[in-house]
């Protein structure tokens, strides 16, 4: 997250950062901070989900943006509309029971997605979409009209689809330092079509 040492002990101190000791050592779960790191609304650095393993490559937040594509005006007269209107538009295979996905959506708090600032809503840590065998998709759908969730309203929401619990974690990971960044927030501000989100997206992955 690209915090000083202090500030984690200051926050360990508080009991505002989640982590447990070991044996008078600290151990921090990855999806624990994620999940902390986005309510909170801070720069997540990917590296600390990813590892060294040359086979094992992190999914592409770009390469996901095309396969989940992007959808304006998204209309619904409630929230529940909403997520129907949503999930119809998500790449799942044929199989997939979409019904039973609203139901687990509707079930969650905030509908299983965190607010992160500017109207955007992101999927919770703890509540994957998990369809075995596809490709990580992420979809972009700009709401026709706001709608509450929690405490905030919604105007964009974000939903992934991915073949892996592991895969969602690093996806998720990639989202918000994406969001954290001025370029990709502000082309999802103003509307933007797939292949601007798409481009400020892979800016972002280069090496630096």
């Known amino acids: 997250m690209g915090t000083s040492e202090r500030q984690i002990y200051r926050w ?36 600390a989900f990813e590892d060294d393993d040359p086979h094992d490559r992190p999914p592409s937040l770009a390469a996901a943006l095309k396969v989940g594509s992007v959808h304006h005006d998204v209309g619904g ?3 529940e509309a909403v997520l129907r209107a949503i999930v119809e538009r998500l790449v799942l295979p044929e199989s997939f029971d ?4 609203v139901e687990a959506m ?19 840590v ?3 979409i998990v369809a075995p065998g596809t490709r990580p998709a992420a979809t972009v759908c700009y709401l026709s009209a706001p709608i509450q969730l929690g405490s905030e309203l919604a105007r964009t929401l974000i939903i992934t689809v991915v ?13 918000a330092h994406a969001l ?25 992955e280069r090496p630096a």
């Open 126 to 128: 703890r509540n994957p």
């Open 12 to 47: 360990v101190d508080d009991n505002e950062i989640p982590c447990r000791r070991v044996r008078d050592q600290l151990r921090f779960n990855p999806t624990d901070l994620l999940e902390w790191a986005s309510a909170q609304r801070m720069p997540v650095h990917v590296e």
């Open 98 to 101: 979409r019904e039973l996905l």
């Open 77 to 79: 007269d409630a929230v």
């Open 180 to 204: 954290a960044e001025p370029e990709l927030r502000a082309a999802i501000g103003r509307r933007a079509g797939l292949d601007e989100l798409e481009q400020a997206a892979a800016h972002l």
């Open 163 to 175: 073949p892996t619990v592991r895969t969602h974690l690093r996806l998720l990971a990639r989202i």
């Open 106 to 124: 509707l079930a969650r708090e905030a509908c299983g997605l965190t607010m992160v600032g500017d109207g955007i809503a992101i999927p919770q």
